[in-house]
């Protein structure tokens, strides 16, 4: 099977099959969207989802977010990962949007990536997931299955990972390939033990093959 074969078995079978192609995160706008995903950095979407309801009854937008303190905000975010870093992030992040981009989340990598404690991974899942743009996400999960499947080949970082799938993918599926694969990550092609039995890509994948 030739790589593009791979990949072009792979995306029909997630087309037909995936449960969804949506984010696990609760968002009901980009400011909130924006705060999740930074939440989210090195920490589960389950607990994101605990505190960003009262996080967001408290600072519904920069403007409101601008004016608390780090302090105020750390109060809401406590339970995630590197609170302390979050909520200075967080603080001078919605202090930058209300003065450089009168209050609202800006699409492009570059302006996006200027916001403190954005990087490129959070930049491409706003695109993505906002604005439908062709921006492919590599987190942990991406960067492993990928490889597993065969997408990728001893891939050295994320930032190549990425090249290698936007490649790849039609442009028009990368949002939804992003979250196929995150998920698929998740859920099924889990770190520690893959649950290969419950794979419906075992067929295209080079390391089922290899190990079988």
Known sequence: MTTRERYS???SWFEANAVSDKSEL?????????????????CTDKRVNQVTPALFAAYPDAAAMARATETDILRYISSVSYPNSK??????????????FGG???????????????????ANVLMAVLWNKPAMAVDTHIFRVSNRIGLTRNSPSPLQTEKTLTRYIPASLIPKAHHWL????????????????????????????RNS
């Open 104 to 122: 609202c989340v800006p699409d492009s990598l570059e302006l996006l990536t200027s916001l403190p404690g954005v990087g490129r991974k959070t």
């Open 87 to 100: 909520a200075k992030h967080l603080k001078a992040t919605a202090e930058m949007l209300v003065r450089d």
């Open 182 to 209: 995150l998920l698929h990550g998740r859920y099924i092609c889990q770190a520690r033990k893959p649950k290969c039995e419950k794979c419906g890509i075992t067929a295209y994948c080079e390391t089922f093959k």
């Open 9 to 11: 078995a792979v995306l």
């Open 26 to 42: 609760n968002y009901s706008n980009p400011f909130e969207l924006l705060v999740a995903v930074m939440l989210s950095a090195q």
